[in-house]
């Protein structure tokens, strides 16, 4: 991270710098090639936007190229215009970087129509080598490789910051459409970057493998086929948006402005685990969400919204503010559209989820609606808002979480203060084959019309505890406190599940029967508000995804 930090700085103090050189067709420019300008001592370039250049050489030393301007004189003044500089490929990659200790700078530039197909990396640009390159304010599009179409980044010491760049309509055959990475090097997005309508078998938007870390911090807050920023509308049998193996890292994170935003994006395998918004895979594979959407994703039969196998994905709210208060983290309206279609946000495969202070809405799948879980899975959900779920082809024979898995395959749910309501589902947990399922459920509230679904050899570990229930014949286990009084959601026809001042749910709850509450409410409130106008029934923590604060001091945590 210090040497992208250094390349920002680097960028804003050599655009200015007299030591330059001039490209484009008139009599004022230094040079009519980008050959001859990059062989020139000089370390800045820059370049004119009216004609193309197709000039092929590898970067292998510190270079600025700085494209955009309308002539040469305005160039030699340092006077952007309005257009971006044309570098295109044929029959070949447009922009080679290799070689250790180089700093490259590439800004306002169209790079496109690089074709290295067959077993060739990197058709738009390619990037090996202990090398910090910062590409800005461009476009590259239209490129072709076997992975890494757009940007292919090999090595354990390449530092790459994508600034307001679009990468889009790039296809690569084996992995990466828009960007592959190999390698311990990292990867950051920012501004309002786009990725989108990059297509792969592996990783339509973005490959990492090899301890690849990868941050994107562009997105917006659009409807899922309106967005303009983020990784969005692209195309892979796995992982349509997003592919991690071999122990990448990556990190989706917004801040008070934007969400990050992955949308969109479709996975289109049949039979097999897909992951349309993004696939993890590999014990070391993570992704971190946080301030961020992962929304309108689709896969035809396993995990609309993502993928998880062997690897590990995390939704928080992080701290600080949050671009919207009331629905800072988001992982809705994602979809499965085959008949057995399961898992229509996550299907979790040998690998643990953690999504916590999240509105988990309108996600849909034939079978199971949300998260489906097989072969020691592991997921645990704190604080979220689960409603409007449904089947696919609005029939009600689906349910929202299903453990699944021979026996000696048991997969585990913690589901903690949330509130889970105006779901379209015949149950909300359904436990299959002769697996020792372990479900614990507290401290939340559920509206359906039936709530536990068990099918095989019955020998799972169930246990439900200070709950808000419409129904208590389903359950079987370690059964604690059951409510069945009406909540009193404030006003749940249009989407508000908040507790009135007069609901039971109010200083309901303790911990005492399981580890407690890791993050505040879905609302960013403390846990554990003890309401003195009521009296507690077990203790002061309300249950479901919200916690009423009528004390001023602690509105919207302490700001």
């Not at 590409?135 to 490129?143: A, E, F, G, L, Y």
């Amino acid at each position: 991270m210090k040497k992208l930090i250094c390349l920002i700085v680097l960028f804003l103090s050599v655009n200015p710098a007299s030591s330059v050189v001039t490209v484009g067709a008139d009599v004022q420019c230094d040079y009519n090639n980008l050959t001859d300008a990059y062989n020139d001592p000089d370390p800045v370039v820059r370049v004119v936007s009216q004609i193309v250049f197709n000039d092929v050489f590898n970067i292998n030393k510190s270079k600025f190229f700085y494209g955009g301007y309308d002539n040469c004189t305005d160039a030699a003044n340092n006077v952007p215009g309005n257009q971006r500089s044309l570098w295109q490929g044929i029959d070949s990659n447009v922009i080679t970087i290799t070689n250790d200790a180089t700093t490259v700078i590439v800004n306002q530039f169209e790079i496109y129509d690089g074709d290295e197909s067959g077993l060739a990396y990197g058709g738009g640009v390619d990037i090996t080598g202990d090398v910090s390159v910062l590409i800005s304010n461009s476009v590259i599009r239209n490129n072709v490789s076997q992975a890494g179409a757009g940007i292919y980044v090999l090595g354990d010491s390449v530092n790459l910051q994508l600034v307001n760049v679009e990468i889009h309509n790039n296809t690569a055959e084996a992995q990466g459409g828009g960007i592959g990475c190999n390698g311990n090097s990292e990867i950051r997005i920012t501004g309002t970057s786009a990725i989108h309508h990059n297509q792969a078998p592996k990783g339509g938007g973005i490959h990492a493998a090899f301890n690849c870390q990868i941050t994107s911090e562009s997105g917006d807050g659009l409807p899922p086929v309106q967005v303009q920023a983020g990784i969005f509308a692209n195309t892979a049998e796995q992982g349509g948006g997003v592919f991690l193996s071999d122990g990448a890292q990556m990190s989706l994170k917004g801040d008070a402005q934007n969400p990050a935003t992955l949308a969109f994006n479709i996975s289109t395998i049949q039979g097999f685990s897909g992951g349309g918004g993004f696939y993890i895979d590999g014990l070391n594979s993570r992704l971190e969400a946080e301030k961020s959407r992962i929304v309108g994703n689709i896969a035809e039969t396993f995990g609309g919204g993502g993928s998880v196998n062997s690897g590990t994905f995390n939704m928080s709210r992080g701290l600080g503010a949050c671009w919207d208060e009331s629905r800072c983290n988001e992982l809705s309206n994602n979809i499965v559209t085959d008949p057995s279609g399961s898992g229509a946000a996550i299907d979790v495969v040998n690998g643990s989820v953690y999504v916590s202070q999240s509105l988990i809405q309108n996600n849909w799948g034939n079978w199971v609606a949300v998260m489906s879980m097989s072969h020691h899975a592991y997921a645990r959900l704190e604080g979220n808002l689960i409603s409007g779920n449904r089947h696919y082809n609005d029939d009600d024979d689906t349910v929202l979480f299903q453990l699944a898995g021979g026996s000696g395959f048991h997969s585990n749910l913690d589901f903690f203060y949330n509130t889970a309501a105006d779901n379209q589902s015949h149950h909300v947990f359904q436990l299959l084959t002769s697996a020792s399922h372990f479900l614990s459920v507290h401290n939340s509230i559920i509206r359906n019309d039936a709530i536990l679904d068990e099918r095989g050899i019955q020998n799972n570990t169930n246990r439900f505890d200070c709950l808000l229930l419409t129904e208590q014949q389903s359950l079987s286990g370690n059964l604690g406190v059951l409510s069945l009084q009406d909540p009193l959601f404030t006003d749940s026809n249009n989407g508000d599940y908040r507790p009135t001042a007069q609901s039971p749910a109010i200083d309901m709850c303790d911990e005492a029967t399981f580890n407690g509450a890791q993050f505040n409410d879905l609302d960013n409130q403390v846990r554990g508000f003890d309401d003195l106008g009521q009296a507690n029934h077990l203790g002061p923590f309300d249950a479901g995804a919200y916690e009423q604060v009528d004390d001023l001091i602690f509105a919207h945590d302490f700001e």
